[in-house]
């Protein structure tokens, strides 16, 4: 082996490391983009869910409200009057469970706008925001690898393509030269100074 070939060798041993470290952290990069995006996606699902339960909780407490007034009406008519401030402490208490289950609609709904800014009204929407994330990252880290790959191409074909054209163009003149000497010591190239071997 020469002693060039071991340099490059040694080139290689000491580069190639650090090559595949920089692979690894885009993927890993690409990787955490992905988890990243997946997770907003699962909590824009959950957060969806949860404010379909807070409205459904928030509708059977206004049904409830209205009814109370005229129940603790009833009660204080019937004299149950025990019974009429159990309705009105409800009444109460149910106020302020609604305010609460108002603001948490209020949070959720923000929360949502904010997962998923301008929805199409399909049920990939979410989907397809989260892969577009993940695509963002992603083409970042790609366009980081592609210009050490072009840059390597490059400084590589500056270093080796003097050398393989000269190998080229020294290999062409030598087998011109062996074919000019064929040509010359064969019987149509000599003329009349081809001289056969002896028999």
């Not at 880290?141 to 191409?153: F, P």
């Not at 087998?175 to 010359?184: G, I, K, S």
């Amino acid at each position: 082996m020469s002693v060039r070939r071991e340099r490059i060798d040694a080139l290689l041993e000491h580069v190639k490391p650090e090559l595949e470290a920089l692979g690894t952290e885009a993927m890993d990069e690409i990787a955490q983009a992905e988890r990243e995006a997946n997770a907003k996606e699962r909590r824009y699902h959950e957060a969806v869910e949860e404010r379909a339960g807070v409205e459904k909780e928030i509708s059977a407490i206004r049904t409830e409200r209205e009814s109370l007034p005229d129940q603790a009406y009833r009660a204080g008519m019937d004299e149950d009057y025990e019974l009429e401030d159990t309705l009105k402490e409800r009444y109460k208490n149910l106020r302020l469970a609604l305010e609460a289950l108002e603001d948490q609609q209020g949070s959720l709904k923000r929360e949502i706008g904010e997962l998923l800014p301008q929805p199409r009204g399909h049920e990939l929407d979410a989907h397809i925001k989260a892969t577009t994330s993940a695509t963002g990252a992603a083409f970042a880290a790609r366009k980081d690898m592609e210009h050490l790959k072009d840059s390597l191409t490059k400084a590589l074909a500056s270093a080796a393509d003097p050398v393989v054209k000269e190998h080229a163009e020294l290999l062409a003149e030598a087998q011109q030269l062996n074919r000019d000497r064929e040509w010359a010591l064969s019987p149509a190239g000599m003329g009349h100074r081809y001289v056969p071997l002896k028999q």
